[in-house]
């Protein structure tokens, strides 16, 4: 399975981005998906994840915010970004679960896309 994940760029506070991650080589419906965070020096941190059954998580950082979707037919996993803040400035990453459990864990993923840069300006 590969994901490649794109949409990233900058952006003024306030604004909003689309993140997209393809994936291809195989049917990622039946997987868990989510999307993580890393800003340098820091920890990857779980920003929301999408469950086969259509389950939803969002980190509290970004609830309101964002929002997590997925098109299983285009096999392709989204992130809508509003009201950005220089806070949320990270590489932002996907990933996908066959365990499909505990999906706010990198722990419990499988498959990883390279990163995105999200940059929001103050």
């Known amino acids: 399975v590969q994901l490649q994940a794109s949409g990233g760029g900058l952006v003024q506070a306030g604004g909003s981005l689309r993140l997209s991650c393809a994936a291809s080589?195989?049917?990622?419906?039946?997987?868990?998906m989510g999307w993580f965070r890393q800003a340098p020096g820091k920890e990857r941190e779980f920003v929301a994840a999408?469950?086969?059954?259509?389950?939803?998580w969002h980190a509290d950082s970004v609830k309101g915010r964002f929002t997590i979707s997925r098109d299983n037919d285009k096999n392709t996993l989204y992130l809508q970004m509003n009201n950005l803040k220089p806070e949320d400035t990270s590489v932002y990453s996907c990933?996908?679960?066959?365990?499909?459990?505990?999906?706010?864990?990198?722990?419990?993923?499988?498959?990883w896309g390279q990163g995105t840069q999200v940059t929001v300006s103050s």
């Open positions: 990933a996908a679960s066959a365990r499909g459990i505990w999906l706010n864990d990198p722990r419990n993923y499988d498959y």
């Open positions: 080589g195989r049917t990622l419906r039946n997987y868990g």
């Open positions: 999408f469950g086969s059954d259509g389950s939803t």
